[in-house]
């Protein structure tokens, strides 16, 4: 009897293992730390933040300068009308003229071609243009029909003689036919380029008023070109070249 019972309170226990008891857990891996990833996270944050701080920076480094807005030839001054003001950076290494030394450069001459849309610096001016080696630069006034129209700086142009005069009478009698310049309606200068032309506003105004134009030559062309305009005796054409 005493076997059948302790068999019967043995059937009724289960036969799956025991379950681990309330409240274990299983063990967990430690995680890996990576501490060159969290250095380099760090340096980006702090090289955005100095990038950042240096834009601000130059943005307030700013100065206000005198910009050129149309062409200045050689040995011209600047204008009110040729020039603005325009905000740059400031750099040490460039020499800016500040818009509020227009005054004072108003009193010098640009010493070479100066084209627009560019920012003036102290370089481009002196108290005189340089002029190349083996040219001169030779000034008239001509009147209306002895130029063509839209005449501009750096248009490439050939000089004539017209209207000449004879030397005298005498020499017309005695058919020598010698003018004063060497003759009437003859080629002076082959291509010279224009330094210098006036705007065009005395033409809008007075047609018969003379414009101011300065040619670029040779130096060997100067003296005979110099004579005829002194005279009102020079028409320029328009050539190849522009």
């Known amino acids: 009897m005493k076997i059948q019972e302790r068999a019967g309170a043995g059937a009724g226990r289960s036969a799956a293992p025991a379950g681990p008891a309330v409240g274990d857990r299983l063990p967990t891996p430690p995680r890996e730390r990576k501490p060159a990833l969290a250095a380099l996270a760090v340096l980006l944050i702090l090289v955005g933040a100095l990038g950042a701080t240096m834009l601000v920076l130059q943005a307030g480094d700013r ?63 002196g108290d005189e243009a340089k002029v190349p080696s083996g040219k001169a630069l030779v000034g008239m006034s001509l009147k209306e029909g002895q130029y063509p129209a839209g005449l501009e700086s750096g248009d490439v142009v050939a000089a004539y003689r017209v209207g000449g005069t004879s030397r005298s009478g005498s020499d017309d009698d005695a058919g020598t036919g010698g003018s004063a310049g060497g003759g009437s309606d003859s080629l ?28 670029l030559v040779d130096s060997a062309e100067a003296a005979v070109l110099t004579q005829a305009a002194s005279n009102g005796e020079v028409a320029l054409v328009l050539v190849p070249g522009n």
């Open 63 to 125: 100065i206000e300068v005198v910009k050129i807005t149309e062409p200045i030839p050689a040995g011209q001054p600047v204008t009110d009308s040729n020039t603005t003001s325009v905000m740059v950076a400031e750099d040490p290494g460039i020499h800016y003229v500040e818009w509020s030394q227009l005054d004072a450069l108003k009193k010098l001459k640009a010493v070479s071609a100066i084209p627009a849309g560019v920012v003036a610096v102290g370089e481009m001016f």
């Open 188 to 215: 002076l200068v082959e291509q010279a380029r224009v330094d210098f032309v006036q705007a065009g506003k005395s033409d809008d105004i007075v047609s018969s008023a003379n414009k101011p134009v300065t040619l």
